[in-house]
């Protein structure tokens, strides 16, 4: 279960997001608690919501500054890869789960650097492409399906900044707080249209 809105109402305005529901994590930035992170994804259920932040175009290029996971029964995850000696106890911990990304092909590079590659990827922004949505941005499919819109005020930050202030870790945390109730509204609808099979392709 989740405390994600499921469907939207017709014709009502969207309910702004401005806080994880379970509130906002620490950053995890010791092999201590990348071990607990891993842990505790790895006795979760279903999916996983994963994102990175980076600081492309400030001075890093497109390396992952701060990578951001929920998993059902987890919760939300912040790990700073610029902290720790490599990713790998995620890895062991996610394999053969499904990872929820959107737009995966802009994240999955700095992904596959800390050594995170998934088995299995469901890709929102390219359901939405699918479906037929006129607008496939995080925001617009939220807006569209979920009936919610995000506080989203960081997108272009300089995330090497340590420490990260509450508001960016606030906004990194939002960004897998809904993917896996909008993998759901979008399989539902995938399904309806008959375009499911297609999508998995």
Do not use: N
Not at 80 to 89: C, F, H, T
Not at 126 to 131: K, Y
């Amino acid at each position: 279960m989740t405390d994600a809105p499921e469907t939207a109402a017709p014709d009502a305005p969207p309910r702004l997001i401005a806080t994880p529901a379970g509130g906002v994590p620490r950053l995890t930035d010791t092999r201590a608690g990348l071990e607990a992170c891993a842990a505790a994804l790895a006795a979760g259920t279903g999916p996983v919501a994963i994102d990175a932040e980076r600081a492309s175009g400030i001075r890093y290029g497109q390396r992952a500054m701060l990578v951001q996971l929920k998993r059902e029964g987890a919760g939300i995850w912040l790990v700073d890869p610029e902290a720790l000696d490599g990713l790998a106890p995620l890895q062991e911990a996610l394999a053969g789960v499904e990872w929820i990304l959107h737009a995966a092909s802009q994240d999955l590079p700095c992904l596959a650097e800390q050594g995170l590659r998934p088995d299995r990827l469901f890709d929102t922004e390219l359901a939405a492409r699918v479906s037929g949505l006129p607008h496939v941005g995080l925001a617009a499919v939220l807006e569209e399906l979920l009936g919610v819109t995000l506080a989203k005020e960081h997108s272009a930050a300089d995330w090497s900044v340590r420490p990260l202030p509450e508001a960016m870790l606030t906004y990194a945390a939002l960004d897998v707080e809904l993917l896996v109730p909008l993998r759901e509204a979008l399989i539902a609808r995938l399904e309806a249209d008959g375009k499911l099979a297609w999508a998995e392709q």
